[in-house]
């Protein structure tokens, strides 16, 4: 019964190749967050979607874009990845519009060489 | 800007004991406070959350208590036993009409069999 669900559970790139993490969930939640959560941090928003409506953090990295073709589904698009990017990347989703009780995917590890 | 504030950032309880976990915020109309554990290589779990209309929620082991006028609210651990090793993080909703959660810094909570 996986609600929400990050693939893949690692992903190794290279320095400046470009890298897709996807999330899909199966609770039909309206907002969807993507979170980086770098060794010993919290996790940092980088940017959400509220239905279709997306929502960038101001100090988000242009590096990083996001896709939501449908309710059920988000990709976190890292076009040029630098050795600052390695970090857990956690989805998340909610049923209202306003951060409250997050369900988080079990996340992807991403390292770059 | 938003900021919410954690300590201490390690803690170490000897099994039995209790454990408690300090938040601090900034921004006075924040209304919703969660706390999410974490363990090792896994995604954050929502424990227990509070709103800002209530001062104190308790759940079997686990409380939280709010003091609006001082905006402190803290994470109180009873009868601590191994499974409650973890890092612990707090969390406070920010903003108007598009509300996010913003997190505090993390709590790594050892307990000592």
């Known amino acids: 019964d996986a609600m929400v669900i990050q693939n893949p559970r690692y992903q190794v790139t290279q320095f400046g190749k470009p890298v897709t993490l996807s999330c899909s969930q199966t609770l039909n939640h309206n907002v969807m967050y993507w979170y980086q959560q770098k060794s010993s941090q919290a996790p940092k928003l980088l940017f959400h979607?509220?239905?279709?409506?997306?929502?960038n953090e101001a100090d988000t990295p242009d590096n990083f874009q996001s896709r939501r073709p449908n309710t059920s589904f988000c990709f976190l698009d890292i076009r040029s990845p630098g050795l600052g990017d390695a970090a857990m990347y956690l989805c998340a989703t909610s049923i209202k519009g306003a951060g409250e009780k997050l369900f988080f995917g079990s996340g992807t590890q991403l390292s770059v060489l | 800007g938003e900021n919410v504030e954690q300590h201490p950032s390690t803690l170490s309880v000897q099994e039995g004991d209790s454990a408690v976990i300090k938040c601090t915020y900034s921004d006075s109309a924040s209304n919703y406070f969660p706390w999410y554990k974490q363990e090792l290589g896994k995604r954050p779990q929502l424990i227990i959350d509070?709103?800002?209309?209530?001062g104190e929620k308790k759940d079997q082991r686990i409380a939280v208590t709010l003091n609006k006028t001082a905006k402190h609210f803290s994470l109180h651990i009873t009868e601590t036993q191994p499974e409650d090793s973890a890092v612990y993080f707090c969390a406070a909703l920010f903003g108007f009409g598009n509300e996010k959660l913003t997190f505090g810094t993390g709590t790594r909570l050892t307990i000592i069999p």
């Open positions: 979607y509220y239905d279709k409506d997306f929502n």
């Open positions: 509070i709103r800002s209309n209530v």
